[in-house]
């Protein structure tokens, strides 16, 4: 299906991760996150539960299965791009399984390990898939610069004068997977909320934490820490989708993208934050059923800073175990 004709201008291309959406775009594509657009859903919990109907195992990570329903209810979506390697098995599946149901499914393999050559040519086929050339996503990659530039900004306001909440950073960094599907609008909204935090006291936390590992499905984790005095003044997986990075050319963009790959990019990375931020703590979410889970020991080995793991399975808010952790956590931190 990868190979059929070009979708039309305009037309909607789900993303089961961030991938090089620069090629969505010089395509004239609209990227659309199926995370975001499955997690932010009133119906985010029904939707788990619509796709155990449909016969996905209730030992599969609840993601995946938001993901399969939230496209069942979203059929103006007209392909979706699949990173079947560099995200998970469990993806890999998923894309076989859109496939069989007659959606149209494009492939992108992130190298392991990373490795230019292979990188080019997997950013060249993809390119060809979406009916567009590397110029023209060269140039949507200068394009998202300013932008790219702003959301650095966005994040410094976080940790440096704690003028941008812990949340906050979170979601706008998390959506620039997808620039909510319209990177023109989005720029201007991020634009908006800069002016507006930089007006703001600067404010600080008795704890500083990091939140590490994929995005949370809990709800409310942001709110319940600051209720704590806790602030999160570095949000891992969405810092890596704005890539920080910048005056790389797409392929090194793409490669030193920290997610895909192995654990010890994401151990420099980390390393980084805890001595740059001054981060008392790391809280570590872990999605149950998730092969990621087995980076926690590696972590709390190497880093050299106190980590609380959490688990989560579905979009529901905290539960009372989690909560009663998380201040015993933030208790042993507090000055």
């Known amino acids: 299906m990868s190979r059929s004709k070009p979708c039309p201008r305009g037309a909607k291309i789900g993303l089961t991760t961030t991938i090089p959406v620069e090629a969505v775009l010089a395509a004239g594509l609209a990227p659309v996150d199926l995370n975001n657009l499955f997690i932010s859903s009133p119906q985010a919990l029904a939707r788990v539960s619509n796709a155990e109907t449909a016969g996905f195992p209730r030992t599969v990570c609840a993601w995946v299965k938001g993901i399969y329903a939230t496209l069942q209810d979203h059929p103006d979506i007209e392909a979706v791009i699949v990173a079947c390697q560099g995200d998970c098995s469990y993806t890999q599946a998923l894309g076989e399984i859109l496939e069989a149901d007659n959606r149209r499914v494009i492939h992108f393999k992130f190298p392991y390990p990373q490795e230019r050559g292979q990188m080019q040519r997997e950013l060249e086929k993809l390119l060809v898939s979406l009916g567009t050339t590397a110029g023209e996503a060269i140039r949507a990659q200068e394009g998202l610069e300013p932008l790219r530039r702003n959301l650095r900004r966005l994040d410094r306001l976080t940790w440096e004068t704690g003028q941008v909440r812990g949340e906050e950073n979170f979601l706008y960094l998390i959506s620039s997977s997808d620039f909510e599907s319209d990177p023109e609008a989005y720029a201007r909204k991020v634009a908006a909320f800069l002016e507006q935090a930089e007006k703001r ?9 990091g939140l590490v590992g994929i995005p949370p499905i809990f709800t409310d984790l942001w709110g319940y820490l600051e209720e704590l005095e806790a602030g999160v003044v570095f949000n891992e997986m969405p810092r890596q989708f704005s890539m920080p990075y910048p005056g790389l050319d797409l392929a090194e963009q793409y490669l030193r993208y920290t997610y ?32 990621r889970q087995m980076f926690d020991q590696i972590i709390r080995e190497r880093l050299g800073i106190p980590v609380l793991t959490i688990e989560g399975d579905r979009p529901t808010p905290l539960d009372s175990r989690t909560r009663m952790r998380l201040e015993a956590f933030v208790d042993v931190l507090r000055p």
Do not use: M, N, W
Request: hydrophobic residues 40%; aromatic residues 14%; contains cysteine.
């Open 201 to 209: 006291p600067h404010r600080s936390f008795p704890v500083r934490l």
């Open 260 to 291: 895909p790959y192995d654990i010890f990019a994401r151990l420099a990375d980390l390393e980084e934050a805890v001595k740059e931020r001054r981060l008392d703590g790391l809280v570590h979410y872990t999605q149950s059923f998730c092969f």
